[in-house]
């Protein structure tokens, strides 16, 4: 069973950093896309960064010159830096995957568990 298990949320002051990582574990035949999207209080799941197997890469422009999205192909993870954090990036950031499990399936999608960023003073 192909899973994404996150790490790296926690408390940071306005202007901090901190770093996010999400490998994806199991039986998997190639991964397309990974990427993280965040979720605030009373608002809609947005995407911020996305990453494909050949490092093209989309961010949202709230996030563009703060946050820097890479993965490591060979250990099935993807990063996301974020520096200079506002409060207002304050939310449950998901990792997302676009894969597949073999040869001669079709592309499935899958999330994490959520892992929450809090920008605060």
């Known amino acids: 069973q192909v899973q994404l298990v996150e790490s790296g949320g926690g408390l940071v002051q306005p202007g901090g950093s901190l770093r996010l990582s999400c490998a994806a574990t199991?039986?998997?035949?190639?991964?397309?896309?990974m990427g993280w999207y965040r979720q605030a209080p009373g608002k809609q799941r947005e995407l911020v960064a996305t990453?494909?197997?050949?490092?093209?890469?989309v961010y949202a422009d709230s996030v563009k010159g703060r946050f820097t999205i890479s993965r490591d192909n060979a250990r099935n993870t993807v990063y996301l830096q974020m520096n200079s954090l506002k409060p207002e990036d304050t939310a449950v950031y998901y990792c997302?995957?676009?894969?597949?499990?073999?040869?001669?399936?079709?592309?499935?999608?899958?999330w994490g568990q959520g892992t929450l960023v809090t920008v605060s003073s």
């Open positions: 990453i494909t197997s050949g490092d093209t890469t």
């Open positions: 199991g039986s998997i035949f190639r991964i397309n896309r």
């Open positions: 997302n995957a676009n894969y597949r499990p073999n040869p001669y399936s079709i592309n499935r999608e899958l």
